[in-house]
């Protein structure tokens, strides 16, 4: 599975593109009824100006206080998170995702977001293999 490509192991997850502008409670909506827990801002480019997680959303508005209704989306926002791109290998996506401290990456192709991955979709009869790859390039590190 290591060595697989990224396209190979991404699961269907509906994408919520949001704005600087948005207001929290509304993002949050919208990514409750989609039922995902991060959302994305795309860049002037095509690529991924920022992302914001459910996480995002407990640690930087509800533990301090703040109004969802009055908070912008791009106050609390992971800005110029890291990418992958589809063809790149399972290996390095699980290295993006621990690397950043990421809960999940967002997947390129030519520059554009497809998709996102996250720890979870490697959950499966895949784990084991996965797990014993990290191990081993941890040990030959």
């Known amino acids: 599975?290591?060595?697989?490509?990224?396209?190979?192991?991404?699961?269907?997850?509906?994408?919520?593109?949001?704005e600087a502008g948005d207001a929290?409670?509304?993002?949050?909506?919208?990514?409750?009824?989609?039922?995902?827990?991060?959302?994305?801002?795309?860049?002037?480019?095509?690529?991924?100006?920022?992302?914001?997680?459910?996480?995002?959303?407990?640690e930087r508005l509800v533990a301090d206080a703040r109004n969802p209704d009055e908070t912008a989306i791009s106050g609390i926002w992971l800005a110029t998170p890291r990418c992958v791109d589809e063809t790149d290998r399972v290996a390095d996506a699980v290295a993006a995702l621990t690397e950043s401290g990421q809960l999940v990456v967002p997947v390129l192709r030519n520059g554009g977001l497809v998709g996102f991955i996250g720890l979870q979709d490697f959950i499966g009869p895949d784990l084991e293999?996965?797990?014993?790859h990290v191990r081993e390039a941890a040990a030959d590190a």
């Open 129 to 132: 293999d996965l797990v014993k």
């Open 24 to 58: 929290v409670r509304a993002v949050a909506a919208r990514m409750a009824a989609a039922h995902v827990g991060v959302a994305f801002a795309a860049g002037a480019a095509g690529g991924v100006e920022a992302m914001v997680t459910e996480r995002d959303i407990v």
């Open 1 to 18: 599975m290591p060595q697989r490509q990224i396209f190979s192991v991404m699961k269907p997850h509906p994408i919520i593109t949001i």
